[in-house]
Nanobody, 125 residues
């Protein structure tokens, strides 16, 4: 069983910053560095949206235009943890944020094998 547990969500005013974390564990999660990691978000009534991805080593990252320059994904393979730092937050960033682990460096949710339970991020105007 693989577990991904997000933390660090919360309430922030527009223009503020938050960092969310995702810790991986589990008997079958043999090597964290074997997985590509991604962050997705889902707002009420909307589809799940890719917001950041990071390669196994952390050397390569990818962001959609909607968050580029404001969000930064990083990982610490020694701690089995991936992070998402979010700056200059906007009300439209309000959503539940999910981390995911997979074998392909892609932006589609269905390609990821393991998911966390999500953490709420709320940005007020």
């Amino acid at each position: 069983q693989v577990q991904l547990v997000e933390s660090g969500g919360g309430f922030v005013q527009a223009g503020g910053s938050l960092r969310v974390s995702c810790a991986a564990s589990g008997r079958t999660f043999s090597t964290f560095s074997s997985y590509v990691m991604g962050w997705f978000r889902q707002a009420p009534g909307k589809e799940r949206e890719f917001v950041a991805g990071i390669s196994r080593s952390g050397a390569t990252t990818y962001y959609p235009d909607s968050v580029k320059g404001r969000f930064t994904i990083s990982r610490d393979n020694a701690k089995n943890t991936v992070y998402l730092s979010m700056n200059n937050l906007k009300p439209e960033d309000t959503a539940v944020y999910y981390c995911a682990a997979g074998m392909q460096f892609v932006t589609v949710a269905r390609a990821y094998d393991y998911w966390g339970q999500g953490t709420q991020v709320t940005v007020s105007s």
